[in-house]
């Protein structure tokens, strides 16, 4: 008997030093922390950086017109579209601590039942706890999906400020543009007015036929008309803007300023900025991390071919001798459910293919997206020079012209409306290729991964 318990002991023995050995392996296999403190202290930083909400009425203070750079960084602050990203980042980075902890264990309890209620039986509890711990390296597995994933939670950020920055730069230009083309067409309403007092006084005086005050009206009114379209166009322009301000539509915005202010370098070659971008755009680097993620859970999908392991100990009174009393044992399940974890696998797999064409998806759309911002960026420099250079001296001299001529009675008013109406949607078109040049370099800025208006 003493020589059977001798060998229940030393069996316990070894027992307790595979199962220590099995649990270290599993603790040592489980993904390193680091990644995860950095990925939280990059979040930290990101929530420390982002100030404190101003006033919505101080939030220009200092400004006597509307600044495109301070409107960015303004919508970069409040938008909430922004916050809710980040959160995203920080729900993503808490799932980390949850797939990479074992197990609660288990803690059971029991007696004899004939012991329950009598005094002559012995209850003889017995007490059984147990430890469940997964097949080294698959928690380190989870752990690894979990921050990849939260990688690009943090990129899908990036992303978001980028697609406001460009928002707001391009509604700078439509702001200014409406206000600048209000101003432009007031003052041509007052040079008509102008033309109909001096067609008056020369129908007035028999030098000219009644059709000239009567077309300088018409002119006139299209004028006031197109005053009224451009203010309703200025007010849902500033609306816009408040709204991704995070305040009331209503609510007041500086003027826009007299001149806008745009980039005049033209761009690099194409060949040259899309590896920039490629490198840049955090869409793109959001796909990448998502690629690991899923090559990670193919992986660990391949690992649930192994058995999960559970530590068993008790403490059991119906044992006579009290070195039999505790025990040590290990269960493990038997993977016989090939069925499922074939089709886990190729879940898997198929979720990686779809990732990796996702990514080369994205890539393409930088490619794209860099060569037509450059292609159109240098069109709307070629316009802009067109107009300011060309059109718009040419325009101006033909007013002065068909103004000379009508006073001296060489050319009829009909040729100074058609000059003036020429004048007018000329200087209205130059204001447009001003701002369709800040538009275009937004757009160019985005393929390349920068915010726009901050480096104009």
Known sequence: ????????????????????????????????????????????????????????????????????????????????????????W?????????????????????????????????????????????????????????????????HDVEAVRLRLATM??????????AARSLAINAQHVALLEDFQQIAAVRYEAGEASQQDPIKAEVELTHALHREIVLSTTQRIVAEQINALLHRTPSHPLPPASDRNLVPTDLPESADQLIEQALASRPERAAAAARVTAEQTKVDLARREYFPDFTLVGSYNRLWQEPDLQPFVGVQFNVPLQLGRRKAAVNEAKARLVSARSQQNAIEDEVRLAVQTGVDRLEEAHHVEHLVRDRLLPAARDQVDAARAGF?????SFLALIDAQRNLLNTELGYEEALANLGRRRADLDRALGRLPGLTW
């Not at 309890?109 to 005094?119: E, L, Q, W």
């Not at 707001?168 to 543009?177: E, G, I, R, V």
Request: hydrophobic content about 45%; glycine content about 6%.
């Open 168 to 177: 707001a730069s391009q509604l700078f230009d439509d702001y200014t543009l």
């Open 90 to 154: 920080r729900a993503a980075l808490e799932r980390y601590p949850q797939v990479t902890s074992l197990d609660d264990p288990m803690l059971g309890a029991g007696v004899a039942p004939r012991s329950i209620g009598s005094s002559t039986v012995d209850d003889a509890p017995k007490f059984d706890l147990s430890q469940k711990l997964p097949f080294p390296g698959k928690l380190a597995l989870r752990g690894e999906a979990a921050l990849a994933e939260a990688e690009a939670a943090s």
């Open 1 to 88: 008997m003493r020589a059977n318990i001798a060998r229940w002991s030393a069996a316990r023995g070894t027992a307790a030093i595979m199962l220590l050995g099995l649990f270290a392996m599993v603790a040592c296999s489980t993904a390193t922390p680091g990644r995860y403190r950095s990925l939280s202290e990059d979040w930290q930083r990101s929530e420390a950086d982002a100030p404190a909400a101003d006033l919505d009425d101080r939030l220009f203070e200092g400004f006597e017109h509307l600044d495109r750079e301070a409107l960015i960084a303004r919508v970069l602050e409040r938008n909430p579209t922004v916050r809710a990203a980040r959160y995203a």
């Open 407 to 411: 006073e001296t009675g060489r050319n």
